[in-house]
């Protein structure tokens, strides 16, 4: 089994920043991806940024410049540092990582419950 835990969402102006924290642990052989997806209410699931092993990253278009991405010398910890957020950021921010179980060798991916992060204008 695989747990993923996002921290790190809560309140905050426009104009400021948070830094969301993700772990995942468990039966893990090895990592191919980890990233950052959002959904706001009425809108469907996007993405905003992923980090490959290599440390290779991807950005949604509309965070680039503002949202950071990296991986932690602890295994399979990413973070996402959001600086200059706007009002429309505000959504439910989920963690994904694309991970090898031990048992199987099979990768599968998996989700965190999400965290929430509010930008007020």
């Known amino acids: 089994q695989v747990q993923v835990v996002e921290s790190g969402g809560g309140l905050v102006q426009a104009g400021g920043s948070l830094r969301l924290s993700c772990a995942a642990t468990g039966s893990i052989f090895s990592t191919y991806a980890m990233g950052w997806y959002r959904q706001a209410p009425g809108k469907q699931r996007e993405l905003v940024a992923t980090?490959?092993?290599?440390?290779?990253?991807n950005y949604a278009d509309s965070v680039k410049g503002r949202f950071t991405i990296s991986r932690d010398n602890a295994p399979n910890t990413v973070y996402l540092q959001m600086n200059s957020l706007k009002p429309e950021d505000t959504a439910v921010y989920y963690c994904?990582?694309?991970?090898?179980?031990?048992?199987?060798?099979?990768?599968?991916?998996?989700w965190g419950q999400g965290t929430q992060v509010t930008v007020s204008s």
């Open positions: 994904n990582a694309r991970v090898v179980e031990t048992a199987s060798l099979r990768a599968y991916d998996y």
């Open positions: 980090i490959t092993s290599g440390r290779s990253t």
